[in-house]
Structures are given as structure tokens and as C-alpha cells.
């Protein structure tokens, strides 16, 4: 591909991603924030029972995929915990962070 092909095409994929983004945006705008946040409640719930069974399952047979799951769902965790307490500096209405799945 030659130089001009290359900004032409990163041109394009900027385009794209900056419609995407705006569409976005324009779509979390529509949410009203007690729907987001009740939402985010229910999420909570279902991530704590899938808490429980991943250490359960762990305990009872540990496996070197259980244990890939639940260092990558506690990545997870530490960056959206990481997140939310960036934002707790600003506002004091964000949901605690949550609580990272213990291994055997």
C-alpha cells in the first residue's frame, strides 16, 4: 500500500470509529440514569452468583482454565474498580467497587 493508501484508509477507519462513537453516545443520552443504574444492580446480582460458582467450582475441581477465567474476569475487575474509583473522585453517588473471585 503506498503512503497516500495508508491516510486514505486511516482516514476512513477514524471516520468510522468517530460515528460509531457518536452513535454511542447518542444512545447512552436516551438512557434515563435510574435505568442505568438499575441495570447495573441487576448486573451486580448476577456477577455475585457467578462469583460463588467459580469458587465453588474451584474448590471442588481446580483446573488450569477455572483458573485462567478467574484472573482474567479479576483483571477485569481491578480495571473497572480502577475506573470507578477515578470517577468517586468526582462524584460521590458511584456504586462501590466490587470484589475480585478468590481461588483455591
Same mark, same amino acid.
Given at each position: 500500500?503506498?503512503?497516500?493508501?495508508?491516510?486514505?484508509?486511516? $482516514? #476512513? &477507519?477514524? @471516520?468510522?470509529?468517530?460515528?460509531? /462513537?457518536?452513535?454511542?453516545?447518542?444512545?447512552?443520552?436516551?438512557? !434515563?440514569?435510574?435505568?442505568? $443504574? #438499575? &441495570?447495573? @444492580?441487576?448486573?451486580?446480582?448476577? /456477577?455475585?452468583?457467578?462469583?460463588?460458582?467459580?469458587?465453588?467450582? !474451584?474448590?471442588?475441581?481446580?483446573?488450569?482454565?477455572?483458573?485462567?477465567?478467574?484472573?482474567?474476569?479479576?483483571?477485569?475487575?481491578?480495571?473497572?474498580?480502577?475506573?470507578?474509583?477515578?470517577?468517586?473522585?468526582?462524584?460521590?453517588?458511584?456504586?462501590?467497587?466490587?470484589?475480585?473471585?478468590?481461588?483455591?
Amino acid at each position: 500500500m503506498s503512503f497516500g493508501g495508508w491516510v486514505q484508509e486511516l $482516514k #476512513s &477507519k477514524n @471516520e468510522t470509529f468517530n460515528k460509531k /462513537y457518536l452513535e454511542r453516545i447518542q444512545q447512552y443520552a436516551t438512557v !434515563s440514569p435510574e435505568n442505568m $443504574k #438499575s &441495570k447495573r @444492580e441487576a448486573i451486580l446480582v448476577i /456477577y455475585y452468583d457467578l462469583r460463588k460458582f467459580l469458587e465453588a467450582f !474451584s474448590i471442588i475441581q481446580s483446573s488450569p482454565l477455572c483458573d485462567k477465567t478467574i484472573n482474567e474476569i479479576n483483571a477485569l475487575i481491578s480495571q473497572y474498580n480502577a475506573l470507578l474509583n477515578s470517577r468517586l473522585k468526582a462524584k460521590t453517588n458511584i456504586t462501590a467497587p466490587i470484589d475480585v473471585v478468590s481461588s483455591n
